[in-house]
């Protein structure tokens, strides 16, 4: 059987890879350190779960639309509404079987063979490959880590051509944890609006930011960037619900029209149970969230100052999400490597510690390692990965 041209242009997930080979390397007795997990170590909070088992207990295990519950949509609502002071019809939002399904499907709704979909590095692993996908063309614009991996509006204006249809903006970033600015953004914005460029704001993030910085959505600064941007989010982060898989779209009410169209003949419709533990996420209790973002800070803080005294290791310090995206290229020299990626597949079979290279975002320089773990166990890592590279540089 002869596959598909869509399926045989894939790139394997570098995240995915390195998780493979770090359970090979457990189930055959290593105590190895995983930092690759794209997903708070916290549980689902209490009250989410009880609104899942009572919504199953009272039948609430049907079809529901294919575009999400009502109420859900008017959580969502009242969410952009007090986050954002952006308002929103029922009818440009779309709920969607995660965040990742979201981008998937407006990608297959917007896009036509040979459109162009300008994405910045370091990106998130699947941007490229849904692009692809829905027989669209990726466009890399490298953001620089002098300018903290983002790009500038002469970068932007100088990668449009006339097949541009989109640009993709995540803030805070996966992998660098970066933020724009509200400045940065309205830069970005005017190239967008004067070349009739969709945007795509993926903000899935939006709840993990440190020190004093603050998350800012493209789409609250004009009604013109309003119209002309789709949002993409979801639970997962947030409220630590990555396998209940729900995100949503908020946008242009034609386009999140095609979407659940397509969604009604792909996916029916988000799981039911899901919907209603989404509505008490929203609606609920916010406390367990805001303990969880804590955390998260207390870790980013002690573990970054840790890994910067690692030798041949360069980190700018990230703002948000749960990530670190350390430069890697002088330790992997000073260790005797050629790339990261050989130095990250040493750290795994020698130092039994999965990072995720960073040639799967697009930026070969660098590692990504994941602080959604306990603050024990990253201690544990950055103290391996640290002799490791003491004992290679004794040797040679």
Known sequence: MKLSKRVASLTPSATLAITAKAKELKAAGYDVIGLGAGEPDFNTPQHIIDAAVKAMNEGYTKYTPSGGLPALKEEIIKKFEKDQQLRYEPSEIIVCVGAKYALYTLFQAILDEG???????????????????????????????????????????????????????????????????????????????????????????????????????????????????????????????????????AGNKEIIKAMTNLASHSTSNPTSIAQYAAIAAYSGPQEPMEEMRKAFE????????????????????????????????????????????????????????????????????????SYATSLDVLEKAVERIKQFMEQKLQRS
């Open 115 to 249: 459109d162009e979909v300008i994405i910045p590095t370091p990106y998130w692993v699947s941007y490229p490959e849904q692009v692809k996908l829905a027989g669209g063309v990726p466009v890399y614009v490298e953001g620089m880590e002098e300018n903290q991996f983002k790009i500038t509006p002469e970068q932007l204006k100088a990668a449009i051509t006339e097949r541009t249809k989109a640009v993709i903006i995540n803030s805070p970033s996966n992998p660098t944890g970066m933020i724009y600015t509200e400045e940065e953004l309205k830069a970005l914005g005017e190239v967008c609006l004067e070349h009739d460029i969709l945007v795509v704001s993926d903000e899935i993030y939006e709840k993990l930011v440190y020190g004093n910085a603050r998350h800012v959505s493209i789409a609250q600064l004009s009604p013109e960037l309003k119209a002309q941007t789709v949002i993409i989010n979801g639970l997962s982060k947030s409220h630590s619900m990555t396998g209940w898989r729900i995100g949503y779209a």
């Open 298 to 369: 207390e870790r980013l803080n002690i573990i970054y100052e840790k890994l910067i005294q690692i030798p041949g290791f360069t980190c700018v310090k990230p703002q948000g999400a749960f990530y670190l995206f350390p430069n890697a290229r002088e330790a992997a020299q000073m260790a005797g490597y050629d790339t990261v990626d050989q130095l990250v597949e040493a750290l795994l079979e020698e130092a039994n510690v999965a990072l995720v290279p960073g040639s799967g975002f697009g930026a070969p320089d660098n590692v990504r390692l």
